[in-house]
């Protein structure tokens, strides 16, 4: 992995699948204008109505690894087989013409290795579930896989938890409101 060549402010949220990290990162985005999300590259299929450039750039699986052969990735992980996920250092370019913090949803290893590239640059967050079964209850409830993705996510929870104290700040989504008011804290101070 090389440095990224731009040195705006960057935030790093990281979680479980499931944990809440989407709904705090949307509520942010709303309350502070200078922030913006970047969009993630993935291999995998769109699930319920997600929107190519919206959510996620959908590659295909050999794209995605002919872009990271090229170095188009700031970083990118194979999370589960055959899946990748991945920042494109366009998304960078493109967010910091514009003068904005650049906000990051990335899985746990990611957001590790977001933080190791952007050091002092970067706020890493990782949004905890109150519990794993509160967890697999969410991804029930979300109803977009099926029982058998959600035991590998599930199964890859327990892994992804023991990195919480990698990350700058850990927010627990017990409470929604709460979590929402800590996260906000953490980010105010880090943008000021």
């Not at 944990?19 to 509520?27: D, E, L, P, V």
């Not at 942010?28 to 750039?57: M, N, W």
């Not at 990335?106 to 794993?132: E, T």
């Not at 409830?141 to 938890?161: C, H, N, Y």
Request: proline share 4%.
């Amino acid at each position: 992995m090389t440095q990224p060549t731009a040195t705006g402010k960057v935030i790093i949220f990281s979680a479980p699948s499931g944990a809440g990290k989407s709904t705090i990162i949307g509520r942010l985005l709303r309350d502070f204008p200078q922030l913006e999300f970047s969009i993630s590259a993935t291999s995998r299929a769109p699930r319920g109505k997600e929107v190519h450039g919206c959510e996620y750039y959908f590659l295909d699986h050999d794209d995605f690894l002919k872009r990271a052969g090229n170095g188009e990735f700031v970083e990118w992980e194979e999370v589960y087989a055959g899946t990748c996920y991945g920042t494109l250092r366009s998304e960078l370019e493109r967010i910091w013409s514009k003068g904005h913090v650049i906000v990051f949803d990335v899985d746990v290893k990611g957001g590790v290795n977001l933080k190791k590239i952007f050091g002092k640059q970067a706020l890493s967050v990782f949004i905890m579930p109150p519990s794993v079964e509160v967890l697999h209850q969410r991804l029930v409830d979300r109803g977009t896989d099926s029982p058998e993705m959600i035991a590998k996510r599930v199964a890859k929870a327990t892994e992804e938890l023991t990195y919480a104290n990698q990350f700058d700040c850990i927010v627990v989504n017990d409470c929604l409101a709460t979590a929402v008011e800590e996260a906000k804290k953490a980010v105010a101070g880090f943008i000021e």
